[in-house]
């Protein structure tokens, strides 16, 4: 039996996936309202960036389920939320205004609530899909990398040879 097989990607808006263009992974800027982060639950040692940041392990580090907690450089919570490995997590300021220039996030453990990791991050030097301690960065304000999409598989019998 001879199959034939065509497979069609498209984004959200209709768009080929080949005409996708790749965004340039710099976030340098001094007015970043919104990064997310995908949640690692991997330790400082496992961090992948050249920003000179502050990343700190406790106990055995990092779990796959954890409390994070983030904050403000006046130390105000901006995000408290239990995630597991692959959740994202979006920081948004409080005052609905830029972020602070450091971001400090604690990692806590569920049952206990001792903290597991501390990451301090500098939101003024940031390049997509870094990752700070168990935060790999997904976003910074529109700019992604991660595009929706969706495929559609045509599958015909053309016959037998």
Do not use: H
């Amino acid at each position: 039996c001879d199959v034939k097989v065509e497979i069609e990607c498209t984004d959200i808006d209709g768009k080929d996936c080949k005409k996708i263009v790749a965004p340039d992974p710099q976030c340098a800027s001094d007015d970043i309202n919104t990064i997310s982060f995908t949640y690692l639950g991997t330790k400082c040692e496992d961090s992948a960036t050249a920003q000179d940041f502050k990343c700190d392990d406790f106990e055995s580090g990092p779990s796959e389920r954890a409390l994070v907690k983030c904050f403000d450089d006046s130390g105000n919570t901006i995000f408290s939320e239990v995630v597991s490995e692959g959740d994202i997590i979006s920081v948004l300021n409080s005052d609905s205004g830029s972020l602070s220039k450091k971001l400090t996030c604690d990692v806590n453990d569920v049952s206990q609530g001792t903290r597991r990791q501390s990451v301090e991050i500098d939101t003024f030097d940031l390049a997509l899909k870094d990752i700070y301690g168990s935060l790999q960065l997904e976003s910074c304000d529109e700019k992604q990398c991660i595009v929706p999409a969706a495929f559609t598989y045509t599958i015909e019998n053309i016959g037998a040879e």
